[in-house]
């Protein structure tokens, strides 16, 4: 699955045709890598308590896919999420604030960097438990066809949740009942330490939805245009058929599990092969060569998304933490009243 470095006149014309659209990709990517980097960073220097799952690497997929999604849809995701909830559109303050667990936050501080919420983009949730988000995704999937809605429901969870009940569950009655629902796997080839391989005895995670008479594709997700326009079909699918589909974008982690892993289990020629795809630097590339990014813009691009990840970083640091006589009982009922 390499990446295309060369393009032809035709390939060219298509992203011109497109030029907003694909320098907003472009931004978004390049927004998701430096919030992760900087989240890394203040995370080492005590800003944040619990855990925190960066997703450096992976940005051609969370942007692709989700970048086709309409309005009505649902999004859930694990809790490797910042990049999804910047995507899906959450202002970076808000979830900065939610890693230092400030009142400021998606969750109002109660969640963290693993439980990032919000429900006017139809964005809920990062889930800390393995694979929990996925019988939640056919309950949303089911939601849409009670209510005749057109709403599709795009549920992202690592290769390691396919291993689990509830992916299997999820699977059989999504197909059962014909649910809008697409079942994203972001193989980013490691469950914690553990390669895939050695976890999975069918390695190539699309293929598991042969059990369920389901339609499963692999696609590079390395390469931002891939996934994007696999994930519009199986979306187009879903609205249009009510068929699930299982995507497979097979991508990479640069950094451990989490800030607390080294990542020793991988050698650093495995890392750097990795690196040489890197999505961000490839997809620049190929707008360079079809004349969409000068090499000005690409530095006033950067500038712009420093701006942005540190004016996120201000803003957490100057919002106050929960005040728990106002906090501690709040949310207790659901038909709680705000205070």
Known sequence: ???????????????????????????????????????????????????????????????????????????????????????????????????????????????????????????YGGYAIVGEQMPLAVGTGLAAVYRQSDAVTLCMFGEGATNIGAFHESLNLAKIWHLPVVFFCLNNQYGMGTAVARASAQADIFRKAEAYNMVGEQVNGMDVLAVREATQKALQRARAEHEPTLLESIAYRYRGHSMTDPGRYRSEEEVRRWRERDPIGNFQHRLLEAGLLTDAAVRETAESVERVVQEAVDFAENSPFPDPAVELYRYVYADEEER
């Open 1 to 123: 699955m390499e990446l295309r470095t060369e393009l032809s006149e035709e390939q060219k014309n298509d992203l011109l045709a497109n030029k907003d659209e694909m320098l907003h990709l472009y931004y978004q990517m390049l927004l998701i890598r430096r919030f992760e980097e900087k989240a890394g960073e203040m995370y080492t220097r005590a800003k944040m308590g619990g855990y925190v799952h960066l997703s450096i690497g992976e940005e051609a997929s969370i942007v692709g896919a989700v970048s086709v999604l309409a309005p009505q849809d649902y999004l859930l995701t694990s809790y490797r999420e910042h990049g999804q909830a910047i995507a899906r559109g959450t202002d970076p303050k808000a979830v900065m604030a939610e890693l230092y667990g400030k009142v400021t936050g998606t969750s109002r501080g109660r969640g963290g960097s693993m439980h990032l919420f919000d429900a006017a983009r139809r964005f």
